[in-house]
């Protein structure tokens, strides 16, 4: 006999995998793309941690604060990556580039390294390897989604 309690994670997983379809495919066509994907992606984690109601208000606060911050200095390391000036730049100039993506790379992991106290205050270790790896598979699905639609 199947374990109904199994079939009904399952069944979420495909729903919630479903319903990030259709967001990802609508988000390429309209300006509130970034919502649905955040939408889709908040729906993902909710489902994979099983997070207590006691736990869901307070890791969301972290969780937002933590993101906020990791997409900045994402942002800035792409930036530099980007910087249009690098063709014309001397040897120097590029080693204090490169300097400067391994400085913002480091913040990156001291982010994570303060984060992973703070989520350990309100979640188990269990819940934030999940998280981990939730977010990993999640922008691996958008990546291939995003391949798919071009």
């Known amino acids: 006999m199947i374990n109904l309690t199994k079939m009904r994670y399952v069944f979420i997983g495909w729903l919630v995998s479903l319903m990030f379809t259709a967001q990802v495919a609508s988000a390429q066509n309209d300006g509130n793309g970034r919502q649905k994907i955040e939408a889709a992606k908040i729906g993902m984690i909710t489902n994979r941690l099983n997070l207590t109601t006691d736990q869901a208000p307070q890791f969301w606060a972290v969780y937002n604060e933590y993101n906020a911050k990791k997409q900045e200095l994402n ?15 001397n040897e120097e100039q590029l080693v204090n580039g490169l300097r400067e993506v391994n400085a913002t790379k480091q913040k990156l992991a001291d982010l994570d390294e303060e984060y992973m106290g703070r989520f350990l ?16 598979e999640f922008n691996k699905m958008l990546l291939n989604r995003l391949n798919q639609g071009n």
């Open 121 to 136: 205050k309100v979640i188990t270790p269990a819940q934030l390897t999940e998280l981990y790896k939730t977010e990993q």
């Open 75 to 89: 942002r800035r390391v792409r930036q530099l990556n980007n910087a249009p000036n690098r063709s014309g730049a």
